[in-house]
């Protein structure tokens, strides 16, 4: 890039990193834990080193990252440690033709993010974050948008076994309209999977959704529907959908509100269905949806139901302050393994979050959490303690995020 930087008329290198340091400490993240398991303290960290080259027909980027563990280097003797072999990784890595003004085909591993981040998302929370490899064809103009992308994917060459707990193929096409107040979307996806680890043929699922935000000075409201069913004809058809509203308005000149719910389709034990009614989110947001401790980052077979009330403070412009508090239950009945007669309540139970940001700096931000769960009888079944003593559930963590950048401009070979 630095060799073709002196080359054009017009021509921009960009140069980043980001370093994310996270200090956690786990009492009950993701499912509760026993009153004799040990509290998890542990620290991550995300290094990345990014390279983007623009020019007026292409663009060119490149992300290389270090995912680990404090102290898991699995390359160690008695006098140092000296790395980890698997913690190195290619996050992203593609190139984007600029055919006209409104047309480009973006080629690559690269990130997609889209409305409501529900079904596609980059899901920054997980320190790899989810890329793919794909082709993208972009058409702008005006207010309107219009991405279609393509997927492939494959083991090796000549082989056509590709695990079932991949998507083979992920293609989806994305409409969006944007006026000063509204933004009005649609996504269609195609994702397919093989029926098992040793069969080459294909179970497509399609999943359909709109989404519509309206924004105002003072006031932002958003609903969203997803609707999902099999493309194969197969005995255990599928029949699923989403429907999520949130609004969110200012109290005052520091404090905003917001009210919102969601409900997604599931599975009733109380009786037997040929079709399958549990949605499921694909590729989409996990943290931060249905709470910051990540008990539903998979959808339960019964489905799920989210009441939500958000509290947002801003007393400057460097610090915010976000209270979550979300109200969790099942969409369909779910049966009681040790009497198949009784059915449990569908009361999932209660979380609270909290979360300070502070931008101390353009190019550093900390960040810091505090989340506790109020569990039920109901919750302990679904994470299967049953018959056990659990501790509160607890979670915490401070995340450190700085990202250093530069700019390289060269203009008629200079």
């Not at 000549?158 to 933004?183: C, G, N, P, R, V």
């Not at 105002?216 to 429907?243: E, G, P, V, W």
């Not at 947001?285 to 489905?303: A, C, E, K, L, V």
């Not at 979300?326 to 007669?341: P, S, T, V």
């Amino acid at each position: 890039m630095v060799s073709q930087l002196v080359a054009a008329q017009t021509q921009q290198l960009q140069i980043s990193a980001e370093l994310r340091p996270r200090f956690l400490i786990d009492g009950g993240y993701k499912t509760p834990k026993a009153k004799n398991e040990s509290i998890s303290v542990f620290t991550t960290q995300r290094t990345r080193l990014n390279a983007m080259f623009l020019h007026t027909k292409f663009e060119s980027y490149m992300s290389v990252q270090d995912v680990r563990l404090w102290g898991d280097d699995n390359h160690y003797n008695n006098s140092g440690v000296y790395g980890h072999t698997e913690s190195l990784c290619l996050h992203q890595a593609w190139v984007k033709l600029n055919i006209t003004k409104p047309l480009s085909f973006k080629i690559g591993r690269q990130v997609f993010s889209y409305d409501d981040q529900r079904i596609l998302s980059a899901r920054n929370w997980n320190d790899y974050q989810v890329t793919y490899d794909a082709l993208l064809a972009e058409y702008h103009s005006n207010m309107h948008r219009l991405h279609l992308a393509l997927t492939y994917n494959s083991e090796s060459k000549s082989d056509l076994i590709y695990s079932h707990k991949k998507f083979k193929t992920l293609d989806f096409i994305h409409y969006q309209y944007q006026a000063k107040k509204l933004d009005l979307s649609a996504i269609a996806v195609l994702s397919g999977n093989t029926f098992t680890d040793s069969s080459p043929n294909v179970l497509y699922r399609g999943t359909y959704g709109v989404n519509l935000n309206y924004t105002t000075a003072s006031s932002t409201s958003r609903m969203s529907a997803y609707y999902q069913h099999k493309l194969n004809r197969t005995k255990d058809r599928l029949s699923a959908f989403c429907i999520s509203a949130y609004t969110e308005g200012q109290l005052s000149e520091k404090i905003k509100m917001g009210l919102g719910y969601d409900y997604l389709s599931g599975n009733t034990d109380a009786c037997v269905s040929t079709a399958n009614h549990r949605f499921d989110i694909l590729y989409g947001r996990r943290h931060g949806w249905y709470g910051y401790m990540d008990y539903f980052s998979t959808i339960p077979q019964q489905g799920l139901q989210d009441y939500m009330l958000k509290l947002t403070y801003v007393p400057d412009q460097q610090v915010s302050v976000y209270l979550h508090y979300h109200y969790f239950m099942l969409a369909e009945d779910k049966m009681d393994c040790a009497d198949l007669a009784k059915v449990l309540s569908r009361k999932l139970g209660q979380e609270l979050d909290l979360k300070i940001k502070w931008n101390w700096h353009d190019m550093a931000t900390l960040e810091c959490g505090y989340c506790l769960y109020a569990t039920t009888h109901t919750l302990k079944k679904l994470k299967k303690h049953n018959n056990v003593e659990l501790r509160r559930p607890q979670f915490c963590y401070m995340m450190l995020i700085v990202k250093p950048f530069a700019k390289f401009n060269s203009t008629n070979g200079k």
